[in-house]
């Protein structure tokens, strides 16, 4: 049984970082592709960020460019999201995702897998 579970969200205000865990479980991790997305109240899932089974290939949405690094560990079975910089509309749940064949970071039908969302709050 495939699972994705995030960890290290949490209350943090504007300016500062969290860095966010997702550890993966029944799969070959190193085959997978794997993405972040993230969903505020209201709103449609949004991308983040995307790895590819190599760490040399990786996409981010605009609005992260320059903050946020994504980042594996194929020895641990973990994919990272450091979060720099944080600002009040970063606030959302975030969820990591896996695509078994490494296809385009959109659309999220793409992704086989999906975790249960870890909660971030960007106080300002």
């Known amino acids: 049984q495939v699972q994705l579970v995030e960890s290290g969200g949490g209350l943090v205000q504007a300016g500062g970082s969290l860095r966010l865990s997702c550890a993966a479980s029944?799969?070959?991790?190193?085959?997978?592709?794997m993405g972040w997305f993230r969903q505020a109240p209201g709103k449609e899932r949004e991308f983040v960020a995307h790895?590819?089974?190599?760490?040399?290939?990786?996409y981010y949405t605009d609005s992260v460019k320059g903050r946020f690094t994504i980042s594996r560990d194929n020895a641990k079975n973990t994919v990272y999201l450091q979060m720099n910089s944080l600002k009040p509309e970063d606030t959302a749940v975030y969820y990591c995702a896996a695509d078994r064949y490494a296809r385009s970071w959109w659309p999220p039908s793409n992704y086989d897998y999906w975790g249960q969302g870890t909660q971030v709050t960007v106080s300002s």
């Open positions: 790895i590819g089974r190599v760490s040399s290939l990786t």
């Open positions: 029944g799969l070959t991790f190193s085959s997978y592709a």
